[in-house]
């Protein structure tokens, strides 16, 4: 199947984005394949009200980060790609560094290795050095780094309004379009 996306959340804050991208998806033609790690089962606590299981209830299939030989780990299992959604700096670094420690960080590396779409919404602020490194090099490698940064042409009457912004323009990447999701038109 060609339309399975494997959706990522990691620890940093930003959480939102990864749920509502599930939602999104959830229901629509798109089977979707989600892996949270740790630190992400944390911040998800911490920054949004629905619990854990509701959480993965939107996913198709769920991953636990400990169990390394699941099949989003297979180059066979064919996929359009993965969204991190957020990416913490320390996923960022071991998807740049070849480190395949959990689940995540090794279906990030099977995306890559397979030439497959790997969009990683970045959350950290302000940059150091090592940080724009690991990102030129995974840009280097195929990765589209896409930080979630709001667009204030749409101009936005709620925070929903950024967020949904923010994740129409990561599925855009897929070719996924959401009906509400405003284009710049031009001046």
């Known amino acids: 199947m060609n339309s399975r996306i494997v959706v990522g959340i990691s620890g940093a804050s930003g959480s939102i984005y990864g749920v509502r991208i599930l939602e999104v998806l959830k229901g629509a033609d798109y089977e979707t394949h989600l892996v949270i790690s740790r630190a992400g089962k944390i911040t ?52 740049s560094s070849g480190v395949t420690s959990n689940l995540l960080a090794r279906a990030a590396d099977v995306t890559l290795k397979e030439r497959r779409k790997l969009v990683l919404m970045v959350r950290e602020s302000p940059l150091h050095l090592g940080h724009l490194q690991n990102m030129l090099k995974l840009t280097e490698m195929g990765t589209i780094i896409a930080p979630p940064l709001p667009a204030f042409y749409i101009k936005p009457k709620s925070l929903d309004d950024i967020i949904n912004h923010s994740i129409g323009k990561v599925l855009d990447l897929f070719d996924i379009k959401l009906p509400d999701f405003k284009e710049w038109q031009g001046a």
């Open 44 to 95: 998800l606590a911490h920054e949004v009200t629905e619990r854990l299981e509701g959480i993965i209830s939107l996913a198709d299939f769920y991953y636990s980060e400990e169990k390394i030989g699941e099949r989003i780990a297979s180059g066979s299992f064919k996929t359009l790609g993965m969204i991190i959604a957020p990416c913490s700096m320390k996923t960022m670094s071991e998807i």
